[in-house]
């Protein structure tokens, strides 16, 4: 079983920054590829980027690249997103993913953080 907690959700004015993190309560973390989400209502749930077990390839939504980046500490069981350059676009809440590795999806997911931007 995974648990997942995400953390630094808010409101930021356009342009602005934000970084969001997840932690992770499993002892083999490194053992599962992790993964960023999003939703607004009414909507289906959109993936933004994610990142395998060591760091050595990451992928992003196109709409984020240059904005977003996914990066994670195995020795702190911890996913981050580092989100640049935000517009009202990106307003949704936030999920954290993890998918063990060989297996076909996500199956643990947090609680979700509200992303907020004004215009």
């Known amino acids: 079983q995974v648990q997942l907690v995400e953390s630094g959700g808010g409101l930021v004015q356009a342009g602005g920054s934000l970084r969001l993190s997840c932690a992770a309560s499993?002892?083999?973390?490194?053992?599962?590829?992790m993964g960023w989400f999003r939703q607004v209502p009414g909507k289906e749930r959109e993936f933004v980027a994610e990142i395998d077990w060591d760091s050595n390839s990451a992928v992003h939504l196109e709409s984020v690249k240059g904005r977003f980046t996914i990066f994670r500490d195995n020795a702190k069981n911890t996913v981050s997103l580092q989100m640049n350059s935000l517009g009202a676009g990106d307003t949704a809440v936030y999920f954290c993913?993890?998918?063990?590795?060989?297996?076909?999806?996500?199956?643990?997911w947090g609680q979700g953080s509200q992303v907020t931007v004004s215009s």
């Open positions: 499993v002892r083999t973390f490194s053992r599962y590829n």
């Open positions: 993913a993890a998918q063990r590795m060989g297996s076909p999806r996500y199956k643990y």
